[in-house]
């Protein structure tokens, strides 16, 4: 987004299990014949019980050779989440801007982001090596913290009133960010994020959310 005149709200969610149904490190890891045992670790990281940043690595390493060509693959299995769409067209009419702050990779939300008018996202990459995957992150890892500071960031950079931001997350590395804004909505949350957050959302539809936007 270039513009950088006052914006008047800002909605930002996780990606995986938030703005998509599915977790994509799990599709990835299905290419490897893996996505049993990274599914039981992302669900492990998501209710809290193991450092975000730690877990990633230990499950990124699973992916290791998996090659570059199955992204379309896994793109393919993609699924928004139920009222997505709706829920970004009440922000743009309410002139807001949408982001989106994930835990997951750039190699796929960089085409689904766009794709379902996200303004902002930003995720972490996976390093890669003569056309495969080498099990390992580049660059520093988006947690929790790197979340929170995001939407802080974002808010500033287009002067919008920080009593105008909504997050948007299901685990546990959602909390800081939730924290940060003004409103921060559990969705198709776990426990711990569900009794942390501001309001529980039900219904796994993001137009449940419609309703509460300033």
Not at 11 to 36: C, K, M, P, W, Y
Not at 40 to 45: G, L, P
Not at 159 to 170: F, L, V
Not at 190 to 210: F, T
Request: hydrophobic share 50%; aromatic share 2%; net charge negative.
């Amino acid at each position: 987004m270039r513009e950088n005149r006052p914006r008047r709200l800002l909605v930002v969610l996780d990606a995986d299990s938030t703005l998509i149904r599915n977790e994509v490190i799990e599709l990835i890891a299905d290419e490897a014949g893996r996505g049993a045992e990274v599914a039981a670790a992302t669900e492990a990281a998501m209710r809290g019980e193991v450092d975000f940043a730690t877990s990633l690595r230990s499950r990124v390493a699973q992916l290791r050779g998996v090659p570059t060509a199955s992204f379309a693959r896994v793109r393919s299995r993609i699924e928004p989440t139920p009222g997505v769409r709706e829920l970004i067209d009440a922000v743009h009419a309410r002139d807001g801007i949408v982001g989106v702050v994930s835990g997951g990779f750039h190699e796929i939300l960089d085409d689904v982001a766009p794709a379902l008018g996200v303004d902002l996202w930003r995720a972490n990459r996976l390093e890669v090596a003569a056309g495969a995957l080498t099990g390992v992150v580049a660059g520093a890892i988006v947690d929790a913290e790197a979340k929170a500071s995001q939407l802080l960031e974002w808010a500033a950079e287009h002067k919008i009133d920080p009593r105008r931001t909504i997050a948007i997350g299901d685990g546990a590395n959602d909390l800081r960010m939730m924290r940060a804004a003004a409103l921060g909505l559990a969705f198709n949350a776990k426990p711990a994020v569900r009794s942390s957050a501001d309001l529980v959302i039900g219904p796994v539809d993001l137009r449940e959310v419609i309703p509460l936007l300033p």
